[in-house]
Antibody, heavy 117, light 109 residues
Framework: DVQLVDSGGGLVKPGGSLRLSCAAS????????MHWVRQAPGKGLEWVSS????????YYADSVKGRFTISRDNGQNSLSLQMHSLRGDDTAVYYC???????????WGQGTVVTVS | EIVLTQSPGTLSLSPGERITLSCRAS???????LAWYQQKPDQPPRLLIY???RRATGIPDRFSGSGSGTDFTLTISRLEPEDFAMYYC??????????FGQGTKLEIK
C-alpha cells in the first residue's frame, strides 16, 4: 500500500524555523513528483511547493518563496520541507503529497501540524 | 494568475439526490489538468477525478467529471450518506503552478 508519513510539525515562535519530513513507502518514490500542500485551520487547501522526481525542478508558492526549501532523498524515500522566518499565517496542517503523473495529487500523508505563535 | 471559483459555497441535499458542483476558472486553460477532491473532517483530501473527467482508482462510478476551458463540473449521480463532505477543484498549469478552489460544502438536509 502507498504510505506517506508526515512528521516534524510543532509549535514555533514567529521568525523561527522548522523542518518537516515525509517517509514514503509502497511505491517507486524516485519516479514521482512530490508536493507539500497546507491547510490553515478552518480554511481551504493551498499548494506550497513541488519537486520533480530528479530533484532538479523545484517550484514554490509566492507566499513561501525565499523562506521555504523543498528537497528529497530518493535513496531514503524521503521528502523534506525546511521552513525559515515562519509567520502566523504559516500556521496550518502540512501534507506530503504524491503526484499522479497527471498533475493531480493522488496520495496524501496524514498531515503534520505547524503552529506559529 | 488563474483563480478557481466554486459554486455553490454550501449545498444542503438528501441522500439519493443528484448533484452538480461547479468550478469556474478566471482564464481558460487548455491542458484540462483539472482535478476534484473530497475531504471529510480531520482527514486528508481524497482524489476523485483527474484530467477533468478520469475517475481515480477506487472511486465509485456515481462520481463523474466534465468540462473544458473555463467551466468544469463534478456530478454525483445519487448521493450516498458518505458523500457529505467538502469538495475542492484544483488546476495545474498557470501561476501559481497549482491552485485550488475555495471549496463547496455538501451537507445533509
Amino acid at each position: 500500500d502507498v504510505q506517506l508519513v508526515d512528521s516534524g510539525g510543532g509549535l514555533v515562535k514567529p521568525g523561527g524555523s522548522l523542518r518537516l519530513s515525509c517517509a514514503a513507502s509502497g511505491f517507486p518514490f524516485s519516479s514521482h513528483t512530490m508536493h507539500w500542500v497546507r491547510q490553515a485551520p478552518g480554511k481551504g487547501l493551498e499548494w506550497v511547493s513541488s519537486i520533480n522526481s530528479y530533484g532538479n525542478f523545484i517550484y514554490y508558492a509566492d507566499s513561501v518563496k525565499g523562506r521555504f526549501t523543498i528537497s528529497r532523498d530518493n535513496g531514503q524515500n524521503s521528502l523534506s520541507l525546511q521552513m525559515h522566518s515562519l509567520r502566523g499565517d504559516d500556521t496550518a496542517v502540512y501534507y506530503c503529497v504524491r503526484d499522479s503523473k497527471w498533475n493531480a495529487f493522488d496520495a496524501w500523508g496524514q498531515g503534520t501540524v505547524v503552529t506559529v505563535s | 494568475e488563474i483563480v478557481l471559483t466554486q459554486s455553490p459555497g454550501t449545498l444542503s441535499l438528501s441522500p439519493g439526490e443528484r448533484i452538480t458542483l461547479s468550478c469556474r476558472a478566471s482564464q481558460s486553460f487548455t491542458t484540462n489538468y483539472l482535478a476534484w477532491y473530497q475531504q471529510k473532517p480531520d482527514q486528508p483530501p481524497r482524489l476523485l477525478i483527474y484530467a477533468a473527467s478520469r475517475r481515480a482508482t477506487g472511486i465509485p462510478d456515481r462520481f463523474s467529471g466534465s468540462g473544458s476551458g473555463t467551466d468544469f463540473t463534478l456530478t454525483i449521480s445519487r448521493l450516498e450518506p458518505e458523500d457529505f463532505a467538502m469538495y475542492y477543484c484544483q488546476q495545474f498549469g498557470s501561476s501559481p503552478m497549482y491552485s485550488f478552489g475555495q471549496g463547496t460544502k455538501l451537507e445533509i438536509k
